[in-house]
């Protein structure tokens, strides 16, 4: 594997439009994808550390909104002016479906073998424990079906199950065979639909939600229609500004005004995410980082030249498998050191309350940070394994799958 491979993957903001240069790539914002993807990494590891319990990362959760908003700008970006006939559309959502659909079966199959180990809790007596049987509380074979069909974040389901971060490409994959069937009807007006969305979404949070933005099974589509449409919207509108502005930011080097604009956006997301995760200010969400888009889109500061070293970059090459391996990383993290527990006497594992609820997971203390370092180390590691051997043969076979259509 190349370096070229991590820094361009093909998943990327690259321009299609009209009087910008052909393959321009937003390469701050895929850095972006990958920091998102690694805070909601935190926000569900159950530690009793004061960072698992920090306003920050309790409330981040939030940063789905973020791919949200994201996915947005990536999709009218890059398709606004290629859906205008019916094998463009069929082409679209072939891509669109080879891009989430290979990791997550493979994510499934992971739980499931899993779930099938535990069946010998069921006819051992000596592997008995106090958790719940295999095959139950959302991990249901009723469910596994949902989620074979994606429908786990649209509606279906009572609850989050099996790899419940999925529940956002579920509504993200419909959200865009929305968006295809919607610019292929409406063409240039298309836009219209966008506003309603952003305007209408947000409304009908406020009135029917229960949880502020901490909707995912139930109103997960709804969620991801309100920040995909102030993404789409600046694309639709502001793509080729940016692009313009952007090249000149790039050819002249970080200005000191657009670092302290930076600075600036970082501290109003860091604050607003704190303070706005467990009300109803939250559901304004997706258009705080829609403006954090806007700024970083242009590169023009020291905190955009950061974004594109190529750390950074790789980070946001892995986030879509950072973001679907993360939960059965940590759950085996856990079952590893509950057995290092019983085996050494260590106090590892045990009962502890998450930001209100019970959870069993680390304690405080140094342990704690031990474990959360850990936990991303593998995750990252894991990530790396599945995005060389899921994610890039996968979306290669459609993409040349899709050119015989």
């Not at 009209?18 to 530690?47: E, K, M, N, Y």
């Not at 947005?72 to 463009?88: C, D, I, K, T």
């Not at 079966?105 to 051992?124: D, I, K, P, T």
């Not at 604050?271 to 403006?291: E, H, Q, R």
Request: with cysteine; charged share 10%; hydrophobic share 55%.
């Amino acid at each position: 594997m190349t370096q070229t491979a991590f820094l361009n993957p093909s998943d990327a903001v690259v321009s299609t439009h009209a009087g910008t240069i052909a393959g321009d790539r937003f390469q701050v914002l895929d850095s972006w994808r990958g920091i998102c993807a690694l805070l909601v990494t935190l926000f569900h590891f159950p530690t009793a550390s004061a960072i698992s319990q920090s306003g920050f990362v309790g409330s981040s959760y939030l940063f789905v909104d973020f791919f949200f908003v994201l996915s947005g700008f990536v999709m009218a970006s890059s398709y606004a002016n290629r859906l205008g006939r019916p094998g463009e559309v069929i082409r679209f959502a072939l891509v669109r479906f080879g891009r989430i659909y290979p990791l997550h079966l493979v994510m499934l199959a992971a739980f499931a073998a899993f779930a099938a180990f535990e069946l010998l809790r069921l006819v051992l007596p000596q592997l008995h424990g106090t958790g719940a049987a295999p095959f139950t509380c959302g991990f249901d074979l009723k469910s596994l079906a949902a989620n074979l069909l994606l429908l786990q974040g649209v509606g279906f389901e009572d609850r989050l199950t099996w790899n419940a971060p999925s529940w956002s490409i579920s509504a993200g994959f419909f959200a865009c065979l929305l968006f295809a069937g919607v610019v292929f009807v409406a063409g240039a007006r298309a836009w219209i639909w966008f506003v309603a969305a952003a305007v209408a979404a947000p409304l009908f949070l406020l009135g029917f939600s229960t949880h502020h933005m901490d909707v995912s099974y139930d109103f997960g589509f709804i969620r991801c229609l309100y920040g995909f449409s102030p993404g789409a919207l600046l694309a639709w509108f502001q793509h080729d500004s940016i692009a313009g502005a952007r090249q000149v930011l790039l050819a002249n080097g970080p200005r000191m005004s657009w670092t302290l604009a930076e600075i600036v956006m970082v501290a109003v997301i860091v604050l607003f995410v704190s303070l706005a995760g467990d009300n109803d200010a939250g559901i304004a969400a997706p258009l705080v980082f829609a403006l954090a888009l806007f700024l970083f889109a242009h590169e023009g500061g020291w905190i955009s030249a950061l974004l594109r070293t190529p750390f950074m970059l790789t980070l946001g090459a892995l986030s879509y498998s950072i973001y679907m391996v993360h939960i059965f990383v940590q759950a085996r993290l856990i079952n590893v050191a509950g057995l290092v527990e019983r085996k050494l006497g260590l106090g590892l594992i045990g009962d502890i309350v998450l930001r209100g609820e019970p959870a069993t997971g680390f304690g405080a203390g140094w342990t704690a940070t031990v474990a959360i370092v850990v936990m991303l180390a593998a995750t990252i590691a894991v990530s790396w394994v599945t995005w060389r051997l899921v994610e890039m043969p996968a979306m290669a076979w459609f993409r040349r799958l899709s050119k015989r259509i």
